[in-house]
Nanobody, 124 residues
Framework: QVQLVESGGGSVQAGGSLRLSCAASERGFITWTMAWFRQAPGREREVVAVITWNGGRSSYADSVKGRFTISRDNARYLVYLQMNNLKPEDSAVYYC?????????????????WGQGTQVTVSS
């Protein structure tokens, strides 16, 4: 049973920073495209950032470009999301997800593995 476990969420004021981490339970992680999604109340789950299996390519939602950075450590089965200059509209539950597709897919239905989510709340 594959497990993805997120950590690092919390409450911050606008302009602050948080770093989310996601730990995978198995070696297959090193072959997966990894992504962070988020879902705010009443809204669809949306992709935030994606990184390919070797970290060679990454992509971001327009709303977070220049503020968020996705990275990964394949030796430790970890993926990160550094979030800077946070805004109230970034408040959501953030999910880590893994896909067996090699391309940096952004469609949530292409993702095979999901974490339980971590809450991020940004106050103005």
């Amino acid at each position: 049973q594959v497990q993805l476990v997120e950590s690092g969420g919390g409450s911050v004021q606008a302009g602050g920073s948080l770093r989310l981490s996601c730990a995978a339970s198995e070696r297959g992680f090193i072959t997966w495209t990894m992504a962070w999604f988020r879902q705010a109340p009443g809204r669809e789950r949306e992709v935030v950032a994606v990184i390919t299996w070797n970290g060679g390519r990454s992509s971001y939602a327009d709303s977070v470009k220049g503020r968020f950075t996705i990275s990964r450590d394949n030796a430790r089965y970890l993926v990160y999301l550094q979030m800077n200059n946070l805004k109230p509209e970034d408040s959501a539950v953030y999910y880590c997800a893994g896909s067996r597709f090699l391309a940096p897919v952004t469609v949530k239905d292409r993702y095979d593995y999901w974490g339980q989510g971590t809450q991020v709340t940004v106050s103005s």
